[in-house]
């Protein structure tokens, strides 16, 4: 699909890019870790949960649903979790396996979506557990960026990582019905995902 330049001044994707932006200074400031510099990321925070709430409603309310959009929404979501997971894990010592499923999984998603396009001349759009992982991981990392580390976190912890198996697979079930139409195509590409995630697994829980 064709993207106009025009596009990117809609305000549903100017939302989306200013999104993107303000992982530049939350990750500054993670790395800074003052009282002051917590505020500021907690605002900060807000205004990404509000653009990305408002991104959405705005697409639809002013018409403005395009392939840019459908691309910048999703981008500007794991682009934001990924460096404020990073950076926790460098300056805050944050779970790292955790990172490291959600990494492989959105790594996943946007390279067999990105064949999925290429196909079907449509990426695939966010489902329920999509943005159910995003809800769950945001409340997981806001939980202990507040020095909450009670048994809520340890469940919160917990269903982020089920969550993310299940986000997953959902996705790799769409992508399976999609990409192949061959049963043996299909056996070969659920193989190939079976055993890269049985290495991924493997390597982060012995390293």
């Known amino acids: 699909m064709q993207i106009k330049l025009k ?7 100017l939302l989306s890019i200013s999104r993107i932006i303000l992982v530049i ?6 790395k800074i870790n003052t009282y002051s510099a917590n505020q500021i990321i907690i605002l900060l925070a807000i205004i990404c949960i509000l653009t990305d709430i408002f991104d959405g409603y ?4 002013l018409n403005q649903v395009t392939y840019l959009g459908t691309i910048l929404d999703p981008l500007a979501d794991k682009l934001g979790i990924a460096v404020v997971l990073i950076s926790l894990i460098l300056y805050r010592d944050f779970p790292y396996p955790l990172v490291v499923f959600l990494l492989y999984r959105d790594l996943m998603i946007v ?3 990105g064949f999925t396009v290429k196909k079907i001349d449509s990426p695939v759009m966010a ?6 992982n995003t809800v769950i991981i945001a409340f997981t990392v806001l ?6 580390k009670n048994l809520v976190f340890t469940i919160s912890l917990i269903s982020s990582y089920i969550i993310i198996f299940i986000s997953g697979l959902s996705y790799f079930i769409i992508a399976d019905k999609l990409l192949f139409q061959k049963e043996i195509h299909k056996y ?5 995902i079976f055993l890269i995630t049985i290495i991924v697994v493997y390597l982060t829980l012995t390293l």
């Open 7 to 13: 596009e990117f001044f809609y305000i549903s994707n």
């Open 127 to 132: 489902n329920f557990w999509g943005k159910l």
């Open 143 to 148: 939980l202990f960026f507040l020095n909450v």
């Open 25 to 30: 200074p939350i990750a500054y400031l993670i």
């Open 188 to 192: 070969l590409f659920r193989l190939l």
């Open 111 to 113: 390279t067999i979506g």
């Open 58 to 61: 705005f697409s639809r309310k």
